[in-house]
T-cell receptor, first 118, second 110 residues
Framework: GAVVSQHPSRVICKSGTSVKIECRSL??????MFWYRQFPKQSLMLMAT?????????EQGVEKDKFLINHASLTLSTLTVTSAHPEDSSFYIC??????????????FGPGTRLTVL | SQQGEEDPQALSIQEGENATMNCSYK?????LQWYRQNSGRGLVHLIL?????REKHSGRLRVTLDTSKKSSSLLITASRAADTASYFC??????????FGDGTTLTVKP
């Protein structure tokens, strides 16, 4: 099946620093990628939809200036957590849509990035 | 808020038994997908069922969809210890927006 990678898998940073997380589709092109965050023992919360070559669409309550998304190519989307604070500590997961028929396509998920802000 | 609700929240069974998880949703959907997640890991796609389908099979998995009741079920037959994981349903609208359920934590005892 399609493979999506994330880097880094785990990051620990000091409060106030910025952290960039990469999401790559390894064997397919993805015009649309999604970013989720997941708190312990909870479900995934969609943060934003990332479209190649255009601005990301953020869900209600997600700060655009806090979580910068760039989808510069058909295989790479990045999420930058700016001026991270302890409350930003979470598991961040990306997914990529395989195919071109929109919502009927399967989302393939990356392995996630565990962010810990001290 | 999450529109997907799953029950049970936790399920513990013996190896070889069947496991059934249910998912309910509130709005119209284009399709519904089931995923599994091992602790601290990413999600693995299990099966996709479209709104005009009622049942799908994949190996030991059977998924049903009842759009009139806005519900779906995932059945895992002849469970194995390796099936121990959290299982999530996710609904997708025509606009492509996804909403995940709260998940069911399945424990299969050897």
């Amino acid at each position: 099946g399609a493979v999506v990678s994330q880097h880094p898998s785990r990051v620990i940073c000091k409060s106030g620093t910025s952290v960039k997380i990469e999401c790559r589709s390894l064997d397919f092109q993805a015009t649309t990628m999604f970013w989720y965050r997941q708190f312990p023992k909870q479900s995934l919360m969609l943060m934003a939809t990332s479209n190649e070559g255009s601005k990301a669409t953020y869900e209600q309550g997600v700060e655009k200036d806090k979580f910068l998304i760039n989808h510069a190519s058909l295989t790479l989307s990045t999420l930058t957590v700016t001026s991270a604070h302890p409350e930003d500590s979470s598991f961040y997961i990306c997914s990529a849509l395989a195919g071109t028929s929109g919502s009927t396509d399967t989302q393939y998920f990356g392995p996630g990035t565990r962010l810990t802000v001290l | 808020s999450q529109q997907g609700e799953e029950d049970p929240q936790a399920l513990s069974i013996q190896e070889g038994e069947n496991a059934t998880m249910n998912c309910s949703y509130k709005t119209s959907i284009n399709n519904l997908q089931w995923y599994r997640q091992n602790s601290g890991r990413g999600l693995v796609h299990l099966i996709l069922i479209r709104s005009n389908e009622r049942e799908k099979h994949s190996g030991r998995l059977r998924v049903t969809l009842d759009t009139s009741k806005k519900s779906s079920s995932l059945l895992i037959t002849a469970s194995r210890a390796a099936d121990t994981a959290s299982y999530f349903c996710a609904t997708f609208t025509n606009a492509g927006k996804s909403t995940f359920g709260d998940g069911t934590t399945l424990t299969v005892k050897p």
